[in-house]
């Protein structure tokens, strides 16, 4: 987010402005959100041209010739980003405006003071019924008089034709003398209902009713010009009988076929009667078989389909949305739908679906985008297609199609950058990612969508989106300029958002701006004395006096809240600040510290414990348990912190979530550092099992924290979820501190478990990790272990001689080191280097693990002995000898063979005594033993061999 958002800014949607002359007519294009603009500007044009419709795709601008006689022609303009303008014609008297369709519809406004004319085009399906005026001349009229002969026979003329036309009953011509003379003596003295039924008679009106002149517009059904008395009566229609009286019901007779049936061809049942709309006369008010056969030439079955989708767009202005999805439906999959109505039904009834389950998603998702795809499909170039493609976009960003709404989205950009409908695909985006809590993307889109299109209009939703968002991520100062941009922009939004109130006061307040804050939390209160959060206002003002040193002030308001509305948020929240005496509304435990560490009249902890035990089902009970759970921690009692917070997770409140994970971490770590630094490994693992929440709670700590547990189960033999916490670390970047622990702790884990594999492999991963110098040696003591164990000598003697080189090594890593290298030379008895190291070894073990690693101190000892008994050095040998008596009992497997060995040391060295001592000695605690019996033998040879030595001293 930057630093400072601006955005007074000169708006993106400037017009292409040609150069114009110093003098002379000058025209320009705009593009508007829902509309095309031209703006004609005028040098000596006074008054208000007439702009009428031309043509079906064109519109003129009448003005006088003298005015664009005296006025250059201007230049041309660039209307290939217009959807609606072709081209611009100026002509002597008229400007021509060449549209591209002719669904269109435009206003017009004259500025007298800037002599400039405003047209406004826009996309309007109703354009299309525009048909050019009728020629309104006056015609002249001709009083035609008909003689009682003429219209006698014009009438039968018209009834032949009828009959051959539809093989109608020979008519009488009788009936035909019985004509009225005139329409208008028919009107003034209506005839007598007495009229026999004649078919003839029924020729007559139709005749009549031909001759009349046709109506200015077509209705669905035709108007007859009746009186009351002559007014048609409908009836169901029944089988015709035979006879004919007047005083019947109205009937009608069954139609007959022009030709006759074929073979083939069933002849239909008299009895089959095709019922149709009734049409009146005027000598009679009865159906004829005439009308019912002029009645069935058009189809009765189709519907009115235009009628129809006028209802259905009636039906969707008054908020009847159903009644219109199902007139709709009716029509939508209809064979004869005409192809002009297609495209308007298919767009029509995708448009109803939407606002049907916009809000009730994902119930209709798939009627929605089938009903838009094949409303898409049917005309891929149609108008609507942008705004189809923003809904598509929004619908499947609702339901989190997320790949499928970006598809849509970029396809409009691409595609439509210049569509007003394109603004609206970040304003969709920004509403998504607030919803979802990802503020700082919403705050970028709704920064970006103000930017460009200040003018759309939902940027004030985008401007309130942006404030919540940047409050949201704390960046209050950001945030107030926001509120201010609003407050400027439009300055009564309140009346139609009077809930943001709310924030814009809150942004003023985290600004020290506490007059304004106080300022809109009283307006909110006036506005809606009863609103939902008038008790968050008065919780609120109650903190600007607080802040404001006014704590008698304060402390009134806040006892206020707390009695009027005590079970409410406001109030709850009063009642805690009288406890906290500050405002600690999302509680770190930093700040919970730095409250606790005051001195109170009032324990904060008793104010946690009656809202937790009085009003347990609100949802500042949630908050004063986390606050009871940091105090806990601060008096150093994590135990009952964790129990505390038990009773949260139990029933977790969503918004305080994250709050309560953050206190049970803090509370497990020093349960960890506690425990561990006792060594009391069970302990922790008790916990684990005791509070199960904090085996959810994992993925959240911390990895310094996850290798303390890894520790704590390494120690007690659980290998395996040890490995399991630390094999994750590993897989993390290696310039982390938390992976190179990982990795110390994962080499001493596979040390214990004697895994050599395994070791091997983590060294030869860690090869080019930037360890330091003590990280390093580490990895090449266990490789070189493993080395060594799986007796790979070439590559572990290399490994050791490092490590023993290296005198700022670990005392023990370098004591093994040389360990192991004075046994190597011993195997090739090169006895100098077998001195040399086992002696520097012995020195390292007994300095640094004089107690734990007695057996190597042994070893050594016995490569010294060997070394420089072997070399001559037989005192030297002798010293090392008695050394090594000190830590060899009797009780230990190699101790005959030693006292054998320091006998023998014993008579290289001259002390036979002590040489006969030993073996003795040897003979009396091992008298089992191999040694012991070699003992024996040699004391006996010494005794034979001393009793000759006397035997020849006597000899003479």
């Known amino acids: 987010m930057k630093k400072t958002i601006f955005f007074f800014i000169t708006l993106l949607l400037t017009p292409l402005l040609i150069p114009q002359s110093a003098r002379g007519l000058v025209y320009f294009w705009q593009k508007k959100p829902q509309s095309e603009r031209l703006v004609f500007e005028f040098q000596t044009l006074t008054s208000a041209p007439k702009v009428i419709r031309s043509n079906y795709r064109s519109i003129s601008i009448k003005i006088p010739p003298a005015i664009l006689q005296q006025e250059p022609k201007p230049a041309p303009v660039d209307l290939s980003f217009s959807h609606l303008v072709e081209k611009i014609i100026i002509q002597q008297s008229n400007i021509i405006i060449q549209t591209k369709t002719n669904a269109i519809g435009f206003i017009s406004f004259w500025k007298k003071n800037e002599q400039k004319l405003y047209l406004d085009l826009f996309f309007d399906p109703l354009g299309k019924r525009w048909k050019p005026p009728a020629n309104n001349k006056p015609k002249k009229t001709i009083k035609k008089v008909y003689t009682q002969k003429k219209t006698q026979s014009k009438l039968k003329k018209k009834a032949l034709k009828i009959k051959k036309t539809n093989a109608l009953p020979k008519a009488n011509p009788q009936n035909l003398d019985k004509k009225q003379s005139s329409k208008d003596s028919t009107r003034q003295t209506p005839p007598p209902l007495k009229k026999q039924f004649t078919a003839t008679g029924n020729i007559q009106n139709k005749t009549n009713l031909q001759n009349k002149k046709s109506p200015l517009f077509k209705l669905k059904a035709k108007i007859k010009r009746v009186s009351i008395e002559n007014a048609v009566i409908l009836r169901p229609i029944v089988k015709v009988s035979n006879q004919t009286n007047p005083s019947d019901q109205t009937t009608a007779q069954p139609i007959k076929q022009n030709k006759k049936p074929t073979s083939q061809q069933k002849p239909k049942s008299d009895s089959k009667v095709i019922q149709k709309k009734p049409s009146t006369t005027e000598n009679n008010n ?14 009765a079955d189709t519907p009115d389909f235009e009628d129809l989708l006028i209802t259905a767009k009636a039906a969707i202005a008054n908020g009847e949305l159903n009644a219109a999805l199902e007139t709709l439906k009716s029509i939508i999959n209809h064979p004869k739908l005409p192809e002009n109505l297609k495209e308007d039904v298919y767009y029509t009834y995708a448009n109803v679906l939407f606002d049907l389950y916009k809000d009730k998603l994902p119930e209709g998702f798939e009627q929605i985008v089938a009903a838009y795809e094949r409303a898409i499909n049917y005309n891929p170039k149609s108008l609507n297609v942008p705004n189809a493609l923003l809904k598509l976009g929004y619908l499947n960003l609702q339901v989190n199609n997320i790949p499928e709404a970006k598809g849509y989205f970029n396809l409009l950009r691409d595609k439509y950058p210049y569509d007003p409908s394109v603004p609206l695909t970040y304003f969709y985006w920004g509403e998504y990612y607030f919803k979802h809590r990802q503020y700082q993307k919403s705050a970028d889109l709704f920064q970006t969508f103000i930017t460009k299109y200040p003018d759309n209009k939902v940027a004030e939703d985008a401007a309130i989106y942006l404030a919540k968002s940047l409050k949201k991520l704390q960046f209050y100062t950001q945030g107030l300029e926001i509120v201010q941009y609003i407050e400027q922009r439009w300055p009564r939004y309140y009346l139609k958002k009077p809930y943001f109130l709310l924030d814009s006061a809150f942004l003023y307040y985290k600004n020290n701006k506490f007059p304004q804050a106080k300022q809109r939390y009283l307006l909110y209160i006036n506005l809606l004395p009863e609103g939902e959060n008038v008790d968050i206002a008065l919780a609120r003002i109650g903190d ?40 600690y509304d999302k509680p770190s435990i930093k700040d919970m510290f730095s409250v606790f560490n005051r001195p109170y009249n009032l324990r904060p902890e008793k104010i946690y414990t009656t809202i937790i035990q009085k009003y347990p089902s609100s949802p500042l009970a949630s908050l004063a348990k986390i606050k009871l759970a940091i105090w806990e921690i601060f008096n150093n009692h994590p135990e009952k912190s964790l129990s505390i917070l038990k009773s ?30 006792a060594k009391n490994y069970n302990k922790i693992v008790y916990f684990v099992k005791t509070y199960p929440f904090l085996q959810k709670l994992f993925p959240y700590l911390q ?51 004697e895994n050599w594999p395994k070791i091997i492999e983590l060294g030869q991963k860690a090869k080019k990790w930037p360890l330091n110098k003590k990280q390093q040696e580490q990895v090449d003591f266990a490789l070189a272990l493993a080395y060594e164990k799986l007796k790979n000598i070439n590559k572990s ?23 192991f290298l004075a046994n190597h030379y011993a195997k090739k008895r090169d006895w100098e280097n077998v001195y040399v190291f086992s002696q520097e070894a012995l020195s390292l073990f007994l300095e640094k693990a004089k107690n734990t690693e007695k057996d190597k101190i042994i070893t050594c000892l016995k490569l010294l002995i060997q070394a420089t008994s072997l070399t001559g050095r037989k005192t030297e040998a002798l010293g090392w000898a008695l050394e090594l008596k000190k830590y060899l009992t009797e009780t230990h497997p190699s101790w005959p063979a030693f006292q054998y060995q320091l006998a023998l040391l014993y008579k290289e060295n001259g002390d036979k005594n002590a040489w006969q001592n030993a073996l003795k000695e040897l003979i009396q605690k091992a008298q089992n033993s191999l040694y012991a019996q070699m003992a024996k033998e040699d004391l006996n040879i010494a005794k034979l061999k001393q009793q000759a030595k006397i035997f020849e001293a006597k000899k003479p």
């Open 286 to 299: 009865v159906l004829s078989p005439d009308n019912a056969t002029n009645a069935s030439l058009p189809n």
């Open 544 to 583: 600007i006096y607080l802040l404001q040193k006014h704590k008698k002030a304060a402390k009134k308001l806040y006892e206020l809240a707390a009695t009027n509305f005590p079970n409410k948020e406001g109030g709850l929240i009063a009642a805690m600040r009288l406890a906290e005496e500050g405002i």
């Open 648 to 677: 949260f997770f139990d029933n977790p409140q969503k918004e305080l979530k994250t709050k309560a994970t953050e206190v049970a971490l803090e509370a497990f770590t020093q349960i960890l550092k506690k425990y561990l630094k």
């Open 703 to 753: 990895d310094e924290q996850k290798l303390l547990l890894a520790t704590a189960y390494l120690e007690l033999d659980k290998f395996k979820k040890a490995i399991n916490i630390i094999y994750p670390i590993l897989q993390k970047n290696p310039k982390l501190q938390s992976t190179k622990n990982a990795l110390a702790l994962a080499l001493t884990l596979y040390l214990k478990l």
């Open 797 to 819: 003697i290399p490994l050791w001689r490092k490590i023993a080189s290296n005198i700022d090594t670990d005392a023990q890593k370098r004591a093994y080191a040389l360990y």
